[in-house]
């Protein structure tokens, strides 16, 4: 079993392995589809990247934030799902820069 870390990142979305460290799509034998998705997701999130703690807690980046996190949960269960031999995979908020589970 695999256990990783899913988070959005600058120019490509972060995977961590807690044993093996930064990985990727390729490697983990993720589906073309979900590898479109994730980029998709991670080209979304890059308007919230560069932005401070005060301009993320406006309510438009706020929500912003609130449905690009849900899409990077339902990645990160993606992600477990089509992992060969099983996965748990964590989910890590750039936005909220937190954990969320």
């Known amino acids: 079993m695999k256990y990783l870390r899913f988070s959005a990142d600058y120019i490509s979305p972060s995977v961590i392995d807690q044993k093996e460290g930064s990985t990727n799509s390729i490697a983990l034998g993720l589906s073309d589809t979900l590898e479109q998705?994730?980029?998709d997701w991670?080209?979304?999130y890059q308007e919230i990247i560069p932005l401070g703690i005060q301009?993320?807690?406006q309510e438009?980046?706020?929500s912003s934030i609130s449905a690009?996190?849900?899409e990077g949960i339902e990645l990160a269960r993606d992600i477990a799902s089509e992992i060969e031999g099983g996965a748990k995979v964590e989910y890590y908020s750039e936005g909220l820069m937190?954990?969320?589970s």
């Open 68 to 70: 690009l996190d849900s």
């Open 37 to 39: 998705r994730i980029a």
């Open 55 to 57: 301009e993320r807690s």
């Open 60 to 62: 438009s980046v706020a």
């Open 42 to 44: 991670n080209d979304r």
């Open 98 to 100: 937190k954990r969320i």
